[in-house]
């Protein structure tokens, strides 16, 4: 069974600032998923990720296969990034194995 | 609009009084499963399905049955409830019948009460 660490599992930061969330798992896997919550409950994906990187307008997410890490980069964060950010990872066919999280808020 | 649409959002129940979840999904999708969320826990997953007909065990499926017999309905079903599946519920769906090989849509979550 992968075990998927998330880190940190809190940050706070001022807005403007790059944020960092990393994420690592345990066994070898063929893709990764960010996903953001805001609070009010409702999960958006953000990336899928087998290798490489990816970038969507401020968020850039990247993998290491090799060294079964991804980072999950916001830049010039805002209050509306202000979420958990979650790490899931798919090894075999027996579904997805999610990390607990990390709660981001950046502060005007 | 593409989306995956839970029902109810909120349900306050009692021990023992059978509910059930549903689940539906406009993209023709081939993947839906179910999660709970949990403080401390995160996401765990209970159920999913790779196809009509095919549904298999997530990692924590007890006092939970499902049952896909129409592609886009994947209804959760608590026989029996007890207070310790008062959780938050997603369902999500995928276009990939793989397990997390494709992007993941999910609903507005299901927040349950058993008391």
């Known amino acids: 069974k992968n075990e998927v660490e998330q880190s940190p599992q809190n940050l706070t930061a001022q807005e403007g600032e790059f944020i960092t969330i990393n994420c690592s798992y345990s066994v070898g896997i063929s893709a990764l998923h960010w996903l953001q919550q805001h609070p009010g409950g409702g999960i958006v994906s953000l990336f899928m990720?087998?290798?490489g990187k990816k970038k969507h307008g401020r968020l850039i997410a990247t993998i290491n296969i090799q060294e079964k890490h991804s980072s999950l980069h916001i830049t010039a964060s805002h209050p509306r990034d202000s979420a958990v950010y979650i790490c899931a990872v798919r090894g075999g066919a027996d579904g997805l194995t999610f990390g607990k999280g990390t709660h981001l808020i950046i502060q005007p | 609009e593409a989306q995956v649409t839970q029902n109810p959002r909120y349900l306050i129940t009692v021990t023992g009084k059978k509910l059930t979840v549903t689940c539906s999904q406009n993209m023709n999708h081939e993947y839906m499963s179910w999660y709970r969320q949990d403080p401390g826990l995160g996401l765990r997953q209970i159920y999913y399905?790779?196809?009509?007909?095919?549904?298999d065990k997530g990692d924590v499926p007890e006092g939970y049955k499902v049952s896909r017999k129409e592609k886009r309905n994947f209804p959760l079903i608590l026989e029996s409830p007890s207070p310790n599946q008062t959780s938050l519920y997603f369902c999500?769906?995928?276009?990939?019948?793989?397990?997390?090989?494709?992007?993941?849509?999910f609903g507005e979550g299901s927040r349950l009460t058993v008391l």
């Open positions: 399905s790779m196809n009509v007909e095919v549904t």
């Open positions: 990720l087998s290798s």
């Open positions: 999500a769906s995928s276009l990939s019948r793989l397990a997390g090989a494709g992007e993941l849509f």
